[in-house]
């Protein structure tokens, strides 16, 4: 079986391919430059433009749909939504048996410019003719490290105490979405969170606990409709089966040990 997977040399791309690998799947993957790395297949396609999709699609089984142009507007409307669109139109016509793409929860509840690109995404994939599933997941905690980074680099943490979060190792995602590529297509939505469900200043907490720092939390309400959907477990799912990598073994992998700051 085959399997083309955009966007391979993302976050979740580089863990997802050994794992593909191991469960026998000939991997093609895409980038948009020509890599040579032995861990699949490589071939340029850029969706933006629609450049090499034609050929990437070409006698493979599957799709796994990561590639993604977070917040970056217009950009991300070529890429997320129409890229989608060229994706599952080749798709389509190359007689592609699953395609599986990777959202996030709470595209549908959270009022972010890019989630409402992801869930445009969504409903093309759901209306196009590849047989489908959508894998939301909760956020990665590179995510939320990153995020405290920028919400730190004035010196306190600022951010909304109460907001949730639920973040979800990549690795655990990859194994998720290996066993339903080879389950073939849900025609629906499944959601995938981590095994925890956290308050902003508790992982802030953690955080700077685990970074040896002491920059005190500055709490600050996110207002209107935004806060409101984040405060109230926009970002979060009870879906089971969840993760089972915690906040604290990101801490402990990432700052263990080191005295870094
Ligand atoms: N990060 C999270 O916390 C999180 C949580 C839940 C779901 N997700 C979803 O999971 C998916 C993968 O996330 P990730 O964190 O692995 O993303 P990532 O690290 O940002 O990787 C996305 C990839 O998309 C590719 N890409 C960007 N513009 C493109 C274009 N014009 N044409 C073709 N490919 C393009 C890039 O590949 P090249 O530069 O090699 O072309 C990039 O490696 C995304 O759909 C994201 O929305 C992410």
Redesign the pocket.
Known sequence: MRVLV?????????VVLPRLRAEGWEVRA????A?TDPSARWVV?????GEGLVEAVAGVDAVL??????NRGR?TH???VL?TRRLVVAAGQAGVRHLV?????GVDRVPIP?YRH?LAAEQIVAAGPVPWTVL?????P??LDGMLRGASRLGPVVGDPAVLAQP?D?GE?ADHLVRRLTAGPLRGIEEYGGPEVLRFDEAARAWTAARRSRRPLLPVRIPGGLGRALRSGGLVTEATPTGTRTWADHLADTYGGTDAR
């Open positions: 955009t966007g391979a040399g993302g976050r979740l791309g580089r895409t980038s948009r430059r890599r396609v850029d969706l933006a433009t749909h990561l590639a993604s142009s977070p950009q070529r890429v997320d890229g793409y990777v959202s996030i929860v890019y992801k939301r997941a909760t956020q990665f590179e995510f979800v990549p995602v």
